[in-house]
C-alpha cells in the first residue's frame, strides 16, 4: 500500500481537495431523502414499548393476558422472546459489547436497571390501542434502592446493580460482587520519580455530567417477518451490518435470513451503533407475521438510547519551571450505566496521548450505575479525560508564566513518540497544528472586558475494520458504486471523489449507493472516523481493481499484450506504437459483452493503519458576572486531517464537533431527581447549541499524510468534540481567576463559583 | 370517534382529508398524505424539523393541529421547488456544504425562505436569531448560516 501512496501524494490532484456536490444533495434538500420513520408498508402494524418507571426493580411477574384481549393488539413480546446468552465481551468500534448484556439492555429480564428499560412491546393496528395495551399490561415490581453516581456506587454496601459483577483487572480478583465492573492501567516510567524531579505539581480533580449525542433524528425502524422466517429490516442505524448480527443472535436467526436495509440517517454520532428497537420489531412481526414499525419519541431517546458517561476524574501533573513535563498522572471513574462498558479504556489511552511523556499513568474504572447503558459518543471516552489533563496543563502554564502554546509544543508528541497506551506513534500534527494555532490571528487578537481566550488540544486515535465495497462500469460509461457504510455526513461524495480521482471521468457520472446486508461482505459500522479512511481504501482499490480489468479489454481489442496499456485520465492509452492511440471508459464499457462480459470488481479487507487525528481550539469567551452566563465570542478550530478529500465536509466536522463540545462545556446535561427519573428529557431542558448561542467557527485544516491510506486520509469525526470541554473551562478560568472544575459551565454553576469561589 | 373532514392548500395543491381532532398536523401530513418531508425530531415544537407555512406565518407543524389547516395555505419543503428548479436557498445548501445529516435541513429551508421573505437583507445576527428554532447537531450551523446570508446577497444583486 506503501507504494500507491507514494503514488498518489506526488501526483497532482483534479477532484480530491474539491468541493463539488454531494451526490445526494438534492434529496436532502427537496424532503425526498427517506429517514428511519418515512417508510411504511402495506398491512403495517405500529409497535409501542413498555419501560420501567423504577430506577432499579426486581420484575417478580409480567402479566399480558388483559393486553392480549384487546382487539386490535396482534402481538406482545417480552424477554421470554429472546434468547439469554453467557457472558462474553464481544469488541465494537471504540467498544465492547457483551450479549449477555445487550439482550437485558434490549428487554429487561430479571431486573429493571433504569428508569425507561424496555420490559415489554406490543403492536397493534394502531398507535392508540398499542398505548391503551401498554396500560392493561401488569408488571409486578418489587422497588430496589438505587445508586446513580460513581462515588456512590462504588462504596461498600452500595445497592448491587449485578450481584455477580466481580471487579476483572484487579489481582487477585475481589472476593465479593460490586459496581465496579472493570480496571484498566496504561502508561509506563516511573511517576513518581517524575513528581520528585518537577518544580511544579498540579494536582486537581474534575467531574463531568452525562451527556447525549443528540441526534436530531429519533431511533425507529420497520421490521417485517414473513411467514416462513424471511425477515426485512429498515432502520437508521451506522451500521446495517452490525444491527444483522446483533438481532439474528438476540432471535435466533441466520445472518441470511435477515437482509438490513439502512435508511438515510439523521446524525448518529455513536448513538446509533447498537440496538433497541430493531430486535423488538423483529420479534413482534415474527410473532404477528405483519410488517411493525416503531418509532422512539424524543423522552425515549434521553431516557432509553446510549448517552456517554459523566465522570469524576483526578489528574497530577508535573513540569520543570522550563514547561518540561516530568509525569503525568490520572485517575479516571466513568459512569457506565446499567451494564459495564463505559468509555475508559479509550479515556485513559488518550489522555496523556498528545505529548512525549516519560513517566505516565492513567488507571480507569468502569463503574454501573441506575442510568441508561451508555453507547459510543464521538471520540468516547477522550473528551472527558483529556478536558482534565488539558485544565491541568493550562493551569500550569499561568503558574510558570508560559504561553500555553508554547508549553504543548514544548512537550509535543510527534513521529516516533511511544504513546502512553503503547505504540510508537507514526507521523502525526500535534506540533503542525500548534504552530498553525499560534499564528493564527485569532491567537494574538484584542480582547474585550470579562473576555478571555482559552486553548486546548486533542488526541483521538480512529479505527479501520472491517469492510466491503464494490464497483460496477455501466454499457455506457457511467459507473455505479456500492458501499456498506451508512453516509451520515456527506461521505457518498468523497467515495465518488476518489473512484473519479481514480478513474479519470468526471464525478457525475459515478452513482454511489449504500448497499444493503446482502449486498457486500461484512462492513463494520459508519464510526470510528472510519468511513473515509477504511470505505475509501476499498473504493481506491477496487477502483484499481477495474481499472487493470479496463486496460486488458483495451489490450484484447487492440490485440496487444497487456503491458503495452496504461491508463490515463480515463481513457486507456498504447504505450507504444506508431501513432497515438486511446479508448475512453465508455467505449471500452460499450464492448464489454464482447470482450469477456460485464466489467465490476470489488474490495474486502481488513483495513488496518488507521492515523490518529491531532487538534487544537482557539476559543474567546465573555463571562457576565452578574448572571454567570458564558458567552463564545469567537472559535478557531485546527485540525490534522491527513488529507482532506472534499475539504467542505472535514471543515463541517470540525465546525459540528466543535458546538458539540460547545454544548458539553456549557449546558448540557441530564439532570435526575431522587427517585432516578431523568427531568429533562426534552431539547428543552436538555439543551443544546440553538444557531443564536455560537459564532462562525474558524477553521484550519493541516495535511500531515497518513502514509497508510492511498490519499492519506486519516478521519476526522471525532477528534473536534475533544479540545472544546477544556478550551472554554481554560477560557472562563482566565476570564475571572478561578480554576473551573465542573462541567457543564452553566450559569448557575459559574455564578455560585463566582460568589463564593 | 368521527373524523373531521378538512379542506386545505398545499403547496398550492387542493387537499381533503378527514383525521381526528387530536392528530397534529405533522401526523396529518406525514401519515395521512404521505408527505415525509417535514421531520418529527421532538414533537414539542424545540426542534423545527417540522417548520412549515401555514397562510405566511412559520409554524412547527407538531404544534398545529390537523383540523386547524382547514381553509388555510401550507407550504411544505416538498413546495419549495418548482419543476426541476430548486430554490435559490436549496441549491445554496448543496453548494455550500451547508448539511451533513439532512434530517434538519427540510425545516431549515422552510424557516430560512420565510426570513428572507420578510426581510431581504438580515445580518448574521439576524439569521442567527430566526433560525434558533431551528436545533441541528451536525454542522454547528455555521454553513447554513453563511448560505442563507449568501442567498440574500445574491438576491439583492439580480
Redesign the interface.
Known amino acids: 500500500m506503501n507504494d500507491m501512496t507514494q503514488t498518489n501524494l506526488e501526483r497532482a490532484l483534479k477532484i480530491v481537495g474539491s468541493r463539488p456536490a454531494r451526490p445526494d444533495g438534492v434529496d436532502k434538500v427537496t424532503g425526498r431523502a427517506l429517514f428511519g420513520a418515512d417508510k411504511s408498508l402495506p398491512n403495517m402494524l405500529v409497535g409501542r414499548v413498555l419501560r420501567s418507571p423504577y430506577a432499579h426493580a426486581k420484575i417478580i411477574s409480567i402479566d399480558t393476558s388483559k393486553a392480549e384481549e384487546l382487539k386490535g393488539v396482534k402481538a406482545i413480546v417480552t424477554s421470554t422472546d429472546f434468547e439469554d446468552f453467557p457472558s462474553e465481551f464481544v469488541p465494537n468500534g471504540e467498544m465492547v459489547v457483551n450479549m449477555k448484556d445487550i439482550t437485558r439492555n434490549v428487554m429487561a429480564r430479571e431486573k429493571a436497571l433504569y428508569v425507561g428499560h424496555t420490559v415489554a412491546a406490543v403492536a397493534a393496528t394502531s398507535e392508540d390501542i398499542a398505548e391503551q395495551a401498554l396500560a392493561l399490561i401488569d408488571v409486578t415490581y418489587e422497588v430496589l434502592p438505587h445508586v446513580l453516581e460513581v462515588e456512590d456506587a462504588e462504596k461498600p454496601g452500595a445497592p448491587l446493580l449485578h450481584d455477580d459483577m466481580i471487579t476483572i483487572g484487579i489481582e487477585p480478583a475481589p472476593e465479593s460482587a460490586s459496581n465496579v465492573a472493570k480496571r484498566v492501567e496504561f502508561g509506563f516510567g516511573d511517576v513518581e520519580k517524575g513528581f520528585s524531579e518537577a518544580d511544579l505539581i498540579i494536582e486537581r480533580e474534575f467531574t463531568t455530567q452525562q451527556v447525549h449525542q443528540g441526534y436530531i433524528e429519533p431511533h425507529a425502524c420497520l421490521a417485517s417477518v414473513s411467514e416462513d422466517g424471511q425477515a426485512e429490516l429498515w432502520c437508521t442505524t451506522q451500521g446495517p451490518f452490525v444491527v444483522r448480527n446483533f438481532c439474528s443472535k438476540l432471535l435466533g436467526f441466520n445472518a441470511a435470513q435477515i437482509r438490513v436495509t439502512a435508511s438515510e440517517i439523521g446524525g448518529g454520532f455513536g448513538g446509533k451503533t447498537v440496538v433497541y428497537l430493531e430486535p423488538l420489531a423483529l420479534a413482534l412481526s415474527r410473532k404477528s407475521c405483519r410488517p411493525v414499525k416503531m418509532e422512539m419519541n424524543r423522552a425515549e431517546v434521553f431516557t432509553s438510547s446510549g448517552p456517554t458517561s459523566g465522570a469524576k476524574i483526578w489528574v497530577k501533573i508535573g513540569v520543570k519551571n522550563n514547561g518540561q513535563i516530568t509525569a503525568g498522572d490520572c485517575v479516571l471513574k466513568y459512569q457506565a450505566g446499567a451494564f459495564q462498558g463505559a468509555p475508559v479504556g479509550p479515556g485513559a489511552m488518550c489522555a496523556f496521548a498528545p505529548y512525549d511523556l516519560k513517566n505516565v499513568r492513567a488507571v480507569g474504572y468502569d463503574i454501573v450505575v441506575n442510568r441508561p447503558k451508555v453507547a459510543a459518543y464521538r471520540a468516547p471516552g477522550g473528551p472527558i479525560s483529556e478536558y482534565g489533563v488539558e485544565s491541568v496543563i493550562d493551569e500550569i502554564a499561568i503558574k510558570i508564566g508560559m504561553d500555553p502554546i508554547d508549553l504543548r509544543l514544548k512537550n509535543a508528541a510527534k513521529e516516533g513518540t511511544i504513546a502512553p497506551y503503547g505504540p510508537k506513534l507514526g507521523p502525526i500534527g500535534m506540533i503542525e497544528t500548534l504552530e498553525a494555532a499560534k499564528s493564527h490571528p485569532h491567537y494574538s487578537a484584542p480582547l474585550g472586558p470579562n473576555q478571555a481566550r482559552g486553548v486546548a488540544s486533542g488526541f483521538w486515535f480512529n479505527i479501520g475494520g472491517e469492510t466491503s465495497s464494490s464497483i460496477t462500469i455501466n454499457e455506457d460509461g457511467t459507473v455505479g458504486l456500492t458501499l456498506g457504510t451508512p453516509d451520515i455526513g456527506g461521505s457518498r461524495a468523497s467515495m465518488a471523489m476518489m473512484a473519479s480521482e481514480e478513474l479519470g471521468v468526471p464525478m457525475e457520472l459515478i452513482k454511489p449507493i449504500i448497499g444493503d446486508t446482502n449486498s457486500l461482505g461484512f462492513n463494520f459500522l459508519t464510526g470510528g472516523s472510519r468511513a473515509t479512511f477504511s470505505t475509501g481504501t476499498t473504493v481506491v482499490e477496487s477502483t484499481r481493481e477495474a481499472i487493470e480489468e479496463l486496460k486488458k479489454r483495451a489490450a484484447l481489442l487492440w490485440e496487444v499484450s497487456l503491458d503495452q496499456v496504461e491508463w490515463f485520465e480515463g481513457h486507456a492509452r498504447l504505450i507504444s506504437g506508431d501513432e497515438p492511440k486511446t479508448m475512453s471508459l465508455a467505449q471500452i464499457a460499450k464492448q464489454a459483452g464482447k470482450t469477456g462480459g460485464p466489467i465490476m470488481a470489488n474490495c474486502s479487507m481488513n483495513v488496518t493503519g488507521a492515523g490518529p487525528s491531532l487538534g487544537t481550539h482557539i476559543v474567546d469567551v465573555e463571562v457576565d458576572e452578574e448572571t454567570g452566563q458564558v458567552s463564545i465570542i469567537r472559535y478557531t478550530a485546527i485540525q490534522d486531517a491527513g488529507k482532506a478529500i472534499h475539504p467542505a465536509y472535514v471543515e463541517g466536522q470540525m465546525q459540528g464537533g466543535a458546538v458539540q463540545g460547545i454544548g458539553w462545556a456549557l449546558n448540557e446535561e441530564y439532570i435526575y431527581n431522587e427517585k432516578g427519573e431523568l427531568e429533562n428529557t426534552g431539547f428543552l431542558d436538555y439543551r443544546i447549541p440553538v444557531c443564536s448561542d455560537v459564532p462562525m467557527i474558524d477553521t484550519v485544516i493541516v495535511e500531515v499524510p497518513n502514509p497508510n491510506h492511498p490519499y492519506g486520509v486519516r478521519g476526522v469525526g471525532e477528534t473536534p468534540i475533544i479540545p472544546p470541554l477544556a478550551a472554554i473551562s481554560n477560557a472562563v478560568s482566565r476570564a475571572t481567576n478561578k480554576r473551573f472544575d465542573e462541567l457543564p459551565l452553566s450559569p448557575p454553576k459559574v455564578l455560585a463559583k463566582l460568589m463564593h469561589g | 370517534m368521527s373524523k373531521t373532514h378538512v379542506a386545505t392548500h398545499i403547496n398550492g395543491d387542493s387537499y381533503e382529508f378527514l383525521c381526528n381532532t387530536q392528530q397534529t398536523l405533522l401526523d396529518v401530513l ?1 401519515h395521512e398524505l404521505d ?10 415544537g ?2 423545527g ?1 417540522c417548520s412549515v407555512m401555514m397562510d405566511d406565518r412559520l409554524v412547527c407543524a407538531c404544534l398545529v393541529l390537523g383540523v386547524e389547516a382547514d381553509g388555510k395555505k401550507i407550504e ?3 413546495g ?2 418548482t419543476g426541476s428548479s ?1 430554490d435559490p436557498l ?2 445554496k ?5 451547508a ?8 425545516g431549515v ?1 422552510v424557516a430560512a425562505k420565510a426570513l428572507l421573505e420578510k426581510n431581504k437583507n438580515p445580518s ?2 439576524e ?3 430566526w ?16 448560505a442563507v446570508l449568501e442567498v440574500a446577497a445574491e438576491a439583492r444583486n439580480t
Open positions: 406525514r408527505l415525509k418531508g417535514s421531520k418529527e425530531g421532538c414533537a414539542t424545540d426542534c424539523a411544505t419543503v416538498e419549495l421547488s430548486l436549496q441549491q445548501f448543496i453548494d455550500l456544504a448539511l451533513q445529516c439532512g434530517i434538519c435541513t427540510p429551508l448574521e445576527e439569521v442567527r436569531f433560525l434558533a428554532g431551528n436545533l441541528c447537531r451536525c454542522t454547528g450551523y455555521d454553513k447554513i448560516v453563511r
